[in-house]
């Protein structure tokens, strides 16, 4: 029994603690949202496996939406950002393009014959 009285307190108290979303400011929710989106588009860039099936594909078009989306949502909420915040969602939307183009590239030269043979 006094397991259970100890145990009481102690889920008590980490209910008090939990924040839920509706609780939490706009900008909050769209730098989350931003993580998601930056995790999808590493994945739709064929850098990281599904996290579902394990498997690595490449889907141009879904890895553009997620990018774009993420500068449309810096953009919205950047004057309400930290510096420090908005340099590293900055830095991640360039990494993102940057990886973008570099992969669309390889699959570019990749789909091609070699011609010069």
């Known amino acids: 029994m006094d397991n259970k009285e100890k145990e009481s307190p102690e889920k008590e108290q980490s209910n008090e603690q939990k924040i839920y979303p509706h609780q939490l400011p706009l900008a909050t929710l769209l730098v989350w949202?931003?993580?998601?989106?930056?995790?999808?588009?590493?994945?739709?860039?064929?850098?990281?496996?599904?996290?579902?099936?394990?498997?690595?594909?490449?889907?141009f078009k879904r890895a553009k939406i997620s990018i774009d989306s993420v500068e449309f949502l810096l953009n919205q909420i950047k004057d309400e950002l930290e510096?420090?915040?908005?340099?590293?969602?900055?830095?991640?939307?360039?990494?993102?393009?940057?990886?973008?183009?570099?992969?669309?590239?390889?699959s570019q030269k990749s789909a091609q014959p070699d011609q010069g043979k």
């Open 83 to 106: 510096s420090e915040d908005k340099k590293q969602i900055e830095n991640l939307l360039a990494n993102l393009r940057m990886n973008y183009v570099e992969k669309y590239e390889e």
């Open 33 to 59: 949202f931003i993580g998601i989106l930056n995790s999808k588009a590493w994945e739709d860039l064929g850098l990281i496996s599904d996290p579902d099936t394990g498997e690595v594909k490449q889907d």
